[in-house]
């Protein structure tokens, strides 16, 4: 994409998002997460939701990318058991400890990048602990 990743320009010192143009990014996202997980009779659930794979357009419009660990549920199913692991901060405890994948644990990444996109903190920042 033609502005990189959320995460390249949140953390640039030569860029500054202001509160409306993180707001309409977040929208996107929340926009992206809602089609993966209601718009077909597949729930897709993406699985490392992180600024990374948050893929910003000429018009500043965000995409979610990068599906390689993306889990389907079966019609019917509300989680699913995996041994693939996410990145660290932004992967749901239910999902580290006990490999249980469900679009909750979407949600939760898409709390954790909410919080990082309005504080510039990344969830592993000293100021956390």
Not at 84 to 94: C, K, Q, R, S, V
């Amino acid at each position: 994409m033609s502005n990189g990743n959320l995460e390249n320009l949140l953390h640039s010192k030569n860029h500054f998002f202001d509160i409306i143009q993180r707001v309409d990014i977040m929208i996107d996202v929340a926009s992206a997460i809602e089609h993966l997980h209601n718009g077909h009779p597949t729930p897709i659930i993406h699985c490392d939701l992180k600024p990374n794979n948050i893929l910003l357009d000429e018009d500043m419009v965000a995409h979610v990318g990068d599906f390689g660990i993306a889990k389907l549920l079966r019609e019917g199913d509300l989680m699913k058991h995996t041994m693939t692991l996410a990145t660290i901060g932004y992967m749901a405890p239910e999902f580290g400890s006990a490999g249980i994948v469900s679009v909750k644990c979407d949600v939760y990444s898409y709390g954790i990048v909410l919080i990082e996109t309005f504080t510039k903190k990344k969830p592993t920042d000293n100021f956390f602990c």
